[in-house]
């Protein structure tokens, strides 16, 4: 199976900054000129919602503050410009190598 | 707009079973995956398995086998897991999602989530 870590594993951030979460995986997840890595984001009590595909498309209707970037084994979500409803907890997905599908355990924004 | 509309919450006794449904409200199944996934309390995501309805395609977590059924109801739009030989550390929501597109595996459409609490 492939392992997702994500890094760190709490980050605080000032409104208005960026923020830069990781994703590392086990082995490559790169093919057919493709990364099958997705980012979500989950709030509490609600469902994860998809923020990111393809490791760097962004899905529709999602502000262009999010971006998604890295290839290989190693990815990044940046959210440039935190607004305070981007607090949440963040997760990667890997689907290329499934089953099964493997998610990251998960980073959580803070404002500072 | 199709929604995946979830059952509601459970309290099951250990050792017992509990059968959560997610219904596609205003759509079909089509020909998506459906996918389910559960988190602990406090917890992250975890990947149960997955059916493709269509063509009755479905695989399973090694963790899950033998405990966890998935079936799917076209006419009633409907995909639904069954858990059996509960738990403590079944406690968790559990969550429907579907493809964004068919077989892709990424889950852009998610139900509200069950929560199903095993206590004796």
């Known amino acids: 199976d492939i392992v997702m870590t994500q890094s760190p594993d709490t980050l605080a951030v000032s409104l208005g900054e960026r923020a830069t979460i990781n994703c590392k995986s086990s082995q490559s997840i790169f093919s057919n000129n493709m990364n099958y890595l997705a980012w979500y984001q989950q709030k509490p009590g609600l469902p994860p919602r998809l923020l990111i595909y393809?490791?760097?498309t962004r899905q529709s209707g999602v502000p262009d503050r999010f971006s998604g970037g890295g290839s290989g084994t190693d990815f990044t979500l940046t959210i440039s410009g935190l607004q305070a409803e981007d607090v949440a907890v963040y997760y990667c997905q890997q689907f290329h190598s499934t089953p099964p599908i493997t998610f990251g355990q998960g980073t959580r924004l803070e404002i500072k | 707009q199709v929604q995946l509309v979830q059952s509601g919450a459970a309290v099951k006794k250990p050792g017992s079973s509990v059968k959560i449904s997610c219904q596609a409200s205003?759509?079909?199944?089509?020909?998506?995956?459906f996918t389910w996934v559960r988190q602990a309390p406090g917890q992250g995501l975890e990947w149960m398995g997955r059916v493709f309805p269509k063509f009755n395609v479905k695989s399973y977590a090694q963790k899950f086998k033998g405990r966890v059924t998935f079936t799917s109801d076209e006419s009633a739009t409907t995909v639904t897991v069954e858990l059996s030989g509960l738990t403590s550390d079944d406690t968790a929501v559990y969550y429907c999602?579907?493809?964004?597109?068919?077989?892709?595996?990424?889950?852009?459409?998610w139900g509200q989530g069950t929560l199903v609490t095993v206590s004796s």
């Open positions: 999602a579907r493809d964004r597109l068919s077989e892709d595996n990424v889950f852009e459409l």
């Open positions: 205003g759509g079909s199944l089509g020909y998506y995956g």
């Open positions: 393809w490791a760097s």
